[in-house]
């Protein structure tokens, strides 16, 4: 049985969500999930539509699968996440969504019972859903998230099409939209949000429950994007920072600056599609 202390921890959104889920961390050991500064950043500023452009392995689709669950078994609300293709869909499922409820205290599991499972979906029997699939039509939603949505714009323009005509009309007034993604090219549906959101940040404007709110979290915003240098950087990379700390105020120490260069040695040109410094970089 739960203490009279539990109970009123239970009742507190963040508390829960720092403190009742396990993941696997990047070396595949079962942890509490507990947000970055980049995912509490992201969680405190929510809007109704949020659209994150973001480098890589950031953990966004990890936080939002516990925000889903979250929701569909405390608050008994309708979630989806829509994944790029159905094996990562499945995988998402299985290695974030079921992994953390499966360990999660029986007692609070018993309160809102499971009453149907399958490898994409968990229904609960007082209300609330989670789902993970590659598309969504039919029925209301209050949360919907979007892995990988600049990848879909790109790779499968009429997938993308079928996501804002269907999956976005699911989800009605009061409800929350997030699409995250690395950039995938200046065009297509994730380009255009990214660009009038960011462009109505840098105005200042006020925005209605349908405008989309512009996160970007950079490489250089995670400490553990960072290494012992072993050899000096070259001339072009440090005028490179130079300008960037000039220009817009971005400063990176020598152990960033050694990731850096590393990681460019393996991805090249891509290197600043997938770990952008400033929004502009990505596309």
């Known amino acids: 049985m739960l203490t009279e202390k539990q109970k009123a921890l239970l009742k507190n959104r963040l508390w829960r969500l720092n403190h009742l889920y396990k993941i696997k961390d990047k070396n595949g050991k079962c942890v509490t999930f507990k947000m970055t500064p980049e995912q ?45 293709s159905l094996p990562d869909a499945e995988r998402l499922f299985r290695n974030k969504t079921q992994f953390a409820y ?52 790109a790779k499968y323009p009429e997938k993308a099409k079928e996501i804002v005509t269907g999956a976005f009309e699911a989800v009605p007034l009061g409800g929350v939209i997030t699409l995250e993604s690395t950039a995938e090219g200046r065009a297509g549906y994730f380009y255009d949000y990214c660009t009038e959101a960011e462009k109505a940040m840098l105005q200042g404007k006020e925005l209605s429950n349908l405008d989309w709110k512009f996160f970007f979290f950079s490489w250089w915003k995670n400490p553990q994007y960072a290494i012992d ?39 090249g040109d891509d290197m600043k599609r997938e770990y952008p410094t400033i929004p502009a970089e990505a596309f």
């Open 102 to 153: 499966q360990r999660m205290p029986d007692d609070i599991k018993l309160a809102n019972p499971l009453v149907k499972e399958t490898t994409s979906e968990y229904v609960f029997a007082k209300g609330g859903s989670v789902t993970v699939s590659t598309s969504f039509r039919g029925g209301t939603l209050y949360s919907l998230h979007v892995s990988e949505f600049g990848k879909i714009c």
């Open 40 to 84: 509490l950043e992201y969680f405190d500023g929510m809007h109704d539509r949020n659209v994150i452009l973001k480098a890589r392995q950031l953990g966004f689709t990890t936080e939002v699968c516990i925000i889903q669950l979250d929701l569909a078994i405390f608050h008994k609300k309708e979630c989806a996440l829509i994944a790029h």
């Open 229 to 267: 240098p072993v050899e000096s950087l070259p001339v072009r990379l440090l005028e490179y920072f130079a300008e960037m700390e000039a220009k817009h105020g971005v400063i990176v120490n020598e152990r960033q600056k050694a990731w850096y260069y590393a990681k460019e040695k393996t991805l």
